[in-house]
Nanobody, 111 residues
Framework: QVQLVESGGGLVQPGGSLRLSCAAS????????MGWYRQAPGKERELVAT???????NYADSVKGRFTISRDNAKNTVYLQMNSLQPEDTAIYYC?????WGKGTLVTVSS
């Protein structure tokens, strides 16, 4: 079992920044890759970014150059730095590891 707890969401104006965190606990020794996904109202959940324990990274085209994923293996935490946020980034952001999901954190980009 793996428990994932996201934090850092909130309301931000267009062009602003937020940093999301995802803390993992439980059977964390089995975690190789972790990722961030998001689900906007009325849309399907989509990949935002993933990172392996070794540091290999993958981004969705829509966030390349604006978002940065990183991880602190000692703290079993993954981060998502989001810059130049736009209204279309509004969504619930979920952390995933193996088959486990966090409960999500809401990001709202609005003026």
């Amino acid at each position: 079992q793996v428990q994932l707890v996201e934090s850092g969401g909130g309301l931000v104006q267009p062009g602003g920044s937020l940093r999301l965190s995802c803390a993992a606990s439980g059977s964390i020794f089995s975690i190789v890759a972790m990722g961030w996904y998001r689900q906007a109202p009325g849309k399907e959940r989509e990949l935002v970014a993933t990172i392996t324990r070794g540091g290999s990274i993958n981004y969705a085209d829509s966030v390349k150059g604006r978002f940065t994923i990183s991880r602190d293996n000692a703290k079993n935490t993954v981060y998502l730095q989001m810059n130049s946020l736009q209204p279309e980034d509004t969504a619930i952001y979920y952390c995933k590891a193996l088959v486990y999901w966090g409960k999500g954190t809401l990001v709202t980009v609005s003026s």
